[in-house]
């Protein structure tokens, strides 16, 4: 929150520049820095990552009559350095998050990282702090145009401003800067008797309070368990897996050295015994329990099935996807699957605690229509559609879990068998995402009820289900 | 159309000039920049004269004249100082700052609308 320091007579404000590792963070606070013939100072650094933030302070403008003293911090891009991402930007009057537009897989990561930011941002609570995206790497010949970018965002847009930016030549950075300073202004204006007046908190104690924090694995709305490095963890397979331990075996190759290139992977138990890793990255890295063999001959074959198996449905499956096999300890032989992240219909509904109650229902209606397509399409195959694993690339409707290890093939349902599916999907939606929510809705179904459209029945059926652990 | 570092620059070149930069009259804060900071310090420069701009635009709506500012002239005893706001973007304006004694003032605005003219913000 921005204070007062009346020792200085200056309004401060914090402008917190987030993003996903390697957007241009940095490289955005720098090319600042240089415009204003300052220097940007980065507290204990690591191979040339940032471990706490990025700090640089300028002082010009006005605002009722005082300077503008602007803190531009930068967060550290690491999944394990959530706690720190975190912190900083909850002490935020502004978030400027910068995505990289250089390829459309980019932009994709970057969309995951903003719902989770306003996530955050919707936790803090207090006077809302507003988002500007810096759209980076503009220069790119691959770059994502500036309408691609606002399709992509989706509805994840709404409220957001746009900038583009080349930073690394310090085009748009400037621009950005002084939209993000009107920005935190506004929110100043907006709750001017909470301004605070006091001793602001300079860079040496906000990183005393960073260094104070956890580190942690990422934690929020897609968190999972945080990972636990058990001594008997199997070794993970590594680049160099001999030819014909690999599927595809080209393209699986690069999957595999793309997964294995995060230093930060680390390898954790499940309650199914199963282990997995890349927690916090891009990719999921995974191996039933059973995946383990002592002969090698016996892993082959299950490598070989696990092959049939993506070979056989991998139109349906989302893309970036391989299956390993590598010696995880002494004698003997583990299979794994790799997969990259892609997101799901959940992730895609991450907002809907926040939307009016139209679209709401129009996007609850959407969700049930592509489940419904998701049974039909995939019916005789084993991937069960949910709204973890299923997932939506334009009109291409795609499976992005991880393939069953040992799947069994699904019969066709009748229409009503469906219906009742989906109905107990959208229910958990109901019980957990929409919770506050489903008073609400039902007051208000009244008038949404079409009584003709085809979901109508399936969404009264999982609101009504949903109300039964609701005291009345 | 012309970026905030070409039109400056396009207004370096009058004759008597000691600085120019574009500033956002919401915080003062400058968007771009050139000139000597040796006789004007314009970030200073830039904040204060905001104020102005803002205490006119205030004016003009209290007095309810329906009408715009196209630019704002201060006279001291030894500079000009030329504030036009965008047009395009009125919660920009141009600070323009000359010497008296060599700057042409009619030529100095003319400059000034061309750059305001050719400017992509």
Not at chain 2, 40 to 48: I, Q, T, V
Request: proline share 4%.
């Amino acid at each position: 929150m921005a204070i007062v320091d009346l020792k200085d007579n200056v309004v401060v404000v914090r402008i917190v520049y987030d993003g996903p590792a390697y957007a241009g963070k940095t490289t955005t606070v720098r090319a600042l820095a240089r415009g204003f013939s300052r220097t940007v100072d980065t507290p204990l650094q690591a191979d040339g990552r940032t471990l706490f933030f990025d700090w640089l302070e300028y002082t010009g403008g006005l605002f009722e009559g005082r300077q503008i003293r602007c803190q531009i911090v930068s967060v550290p891009g690491q999944a394990e350095l959530f706690a720190r991402r975190r912190a900083l930007l909850e002490s935020a009057d502004v978030v400027v998050f910068v995505v990289d537009t250089g390829d459309a897989d980019a932009v994709e990561r970057s969309i995951v990282a903003i719902r989770e930011l306003k996530e955050i941002l919707r936790q803090a609570g207090g006077t809302p702090i507003g988002i500007i995206v810096q759209a980076n790497k503009r220069d790119l010949p691959g770059a994502v145009s500036r309408e691609g970018l606002r399709a992509a965002l989706g509805e994840d847009f709404e409220g957001i401003a746009l900038t583009e930016s080349v930073a690394e030549e310090g085009l748009g950075v400037r621009e950005t800067f002084v939209l993000a300073v009107r920005v935190a202004l506004d929110r100043v204006r907006g709750d001017v008797t909470e301004l605070a007046v006091g001793e602001c908190v300079g860079e040496e104690q906000l990183l005393a309070a960073l260094q104070a924090l956890p580190i942690t694995a990422a934690q929020g709305p897609y968190a999972r368990e945080v990972p636990v490095v058990a001594d008997d963890a199997p070794r993970l397979p590594d680049a160099n897996v001999p030819s014909g331990a690999i599927w595809p075996p080209l393209e699986g190759r690069l999957v595999l050295h793309e997964a294995m290139a995060d230093s930060h992977v680390v390898v954790k138990v499940e309650d199914t015994g199963a282990w997995t890793a890349g927690e916090g990255t891009p990719w999921r890295i995974h191996s039933a329990a059973s995946a383990e063999y002592g002969d090698l001959d016996v892993a082959r074959a299950a490598l070989l099935n696990q092959a049939r198996a993506h070979a056989n449905h991998g139109e349906l499956l989302s893309p970036s996807r391989c299956v390993v096999l590598a010696e995880s300890r002494p004698g003997a032989w583990r299979v794994w699957q790799i997969a990259k992240v892609a997101p799901s219909l959940r992730v895609s509904l991450a907002d809907v605690q926040h939307l009016e109650l139209e679209p709401l229902y129009q996007r609850l209606a959407a969700t049930a229509a592509t489940l419904s397509e998701a049974y039909e399409r995939w019916t005789g195959t084993p991937l069960k559609p949910t709204l973890d694993s299923v997932g939506r690339r334009g009109s291409w409707l795609q499976y992005v879990e991880l393939l069953p290890w040992q799947g069994v093939v699904r019969a066709a349902l009748s229409s009503s068998e469906r219906e009742a599916r989906i109905a107990a999907q959208l229910t958990e939606l109901f019980r957990v995402e929409l919770r506050a929510r489903r008073l609400e809705i039902t007051r208000s179904f009244v008038t949404m009820w079409q009584g003709v459209a085809p979901w109508d029945g399936v969404i009264a059926t999982a609101l009504a289900a949903s109300l039964h652990d609701v005291p009345r | 159309m012309s970026t905030a570092k070409e039109s400056l620059s396009m207004l370096s070149e009058l004759e008597g000039f000691l600085g120019a930069c574009i500033v956002d009259s919401n915080s003062g804060m400058m968007l771009g920049a050139t000139g000597s900071s040796g006789e004007l310090n314009l970030e200073l420069a830039a904040a204060g004269n905001t104020e102005v701009v803002r205490a006119k635009l205030k004016t003009l709506k209290t007095l309810n004249l329906n009408d715009s500012i196209e630019d704002i002239l201060i006279t001291l005893g030894r500079q000009y100082h030329l504030l036009r706001p965008l047009s395009s973007n009125r919660a920009l304006f141009i600070y323009l700052a000359l010497d008296r004694k060599r700057a042409n003032l009619a030529l100095a605005r003319h400059q000034l609308t061309a750059a305001e003219n050719g400017l992509q913000v």
